[in-house]
């Protein structure tokens, strides 16, 4: 068994902005496992805002032993960007060996499609509300917030797309008094989730005061075990394989969290159609899925997820799984 790994860039169809900066590419990064005549591959997206580098994850994937299989890997290394790549690479590896396809071997039914949330780069208002009348034919659009100019852009968005559904991702910008006052008009303005808007690790208020519409906890959620710092302050949990570590913990998060009471929303950073594959197979039957990253790239893989009416469709063979 050899792996591989290899820095990859993808350019940005136009400028992506949100509260902690701004982005003309996407860096990330692709793992290669060759055992005999197969081979596997998946993709992470190192994330700074977890103390992740191109460098340090690179690393991580290239200090693993071999061989290595779906469950030892889970011991071998922690949530986060690394294991999520090889994770992912093992599962196309499997599928390949097998003959199956990757949901066959996680014991699920055939994926469809899953309508997903299309991102709004965070910008003046003005420019938000041309680019959401641009979007306005989706069905749902995310809005990056967490400024203090929040409502305006939110307005003016709103204005540009009178039909589409919205969600709003605060990106830890926003403190309880600020939600508090904040939600009543969220609700006027028909959105229908807000993620993480309090910093994590300073949440706890969030169990304190009403929660009108739900709430997500994104950046306060990884794996299982972050499950039960989240009672009571959260309704639903965020899933992105960069954090879970892979597609093996994203299924058991899922099942977990569902069991808990929570409802699941599917995420993703910004990366490739090789990284949204497998989360196509845990965003089945989410509240909402935001699976929108080869949406906002001018280049994507060959043998790329196919977007349509219906949302994101489920990869061929010739890409993952």
């Known amino acids: 068994m050899k792996i591989t790994v290899s820095p990859d860039t993808f350019a940005l169809a136009e400028v992506f902005t949100i509260s902690r900066g701004s ?9 290669r496992i060759q055992d005999g005549e197969h081979q596997g591959w998946g993709e992470c997206v190192p994330y700074a805002r977890y103390g992740e580098t191109l460098e340090n994850v690179t690393a991580l994937i290239e200090g693993l032993k071999t061989p290595v299989d779906r469950n030892s890997l889970q011991e071998m290394l922690p949530a986060g960007a690394a294991r999520n790549a090889v994770d992912c690479a093992l599962w196309d590896l499997d599928a390949k060996r097998s003959g199956k396809r990757a949901w066959e071997l996680a014991g699920l039914d055939a994926s469809k499609p899953e309508i997903t949330a299309f991102t709004l780069s965070l910008a003046s208002p003005e420019e938000m509300k ?49 939600y508090s006052e904040l939600a009543p008009h969220l609700i006027r303005l ?32 990884h794996d299982c075990a972050s499950l039960v710092h989240l009672k009571g302050k ?14 093996t913990e994203a299924l058991k998060l899922k099942q977990q969290a569902i069991a808990e009471g929570y409802r699941v929303m599917v995420g993703c950073m910004v990366g490739s159609s090789l990284a949204m594959a497998p989360a196509v197979l845990v965003a089945q039957g989410a509240m909402i899925t935001d699976l929108d990253g080869p949406l906002l790239l001018s280049q994507d893989r060959e043998n790329a997820l196919f977007y349509d009416d219906s949302g994101v469709h489920p990869s061929t063979a010739a890409l993952w799984g």
């Open 23 to 31: 982005r003309t590419h996407a860096h990330v990064l692709t793992v």
């Open 234 to 247: 959260y309704d639903v949990v965020n899933i992105k394989l960069d954090k879970t570590g892979g597609l």
């Open 190 to 221: 028909g959105v229908e989730l807000v993620e993480q808007p309090m910093p994590a690790g300073e949440d706890d208020m969030l169990a304190e005061i009403a929660r009108p519409l739900p709430v997500c906890a994104d950046e306060s959620a």
């Open 130 to 178: 041309l680019s959401a009348a641009k979007h306005a034919f989706r069905p749902l659009l995310k809005i990056k917030l967490g400024t203090p100019d929040d409502m305006v852009r939110l307005e003016a968005v709103r204005a540009g797309a009178p039909k589409s559904r919205i969600i709003v991702d605060a990106n830890e910008g926003w403190s309880a008094e600020v």
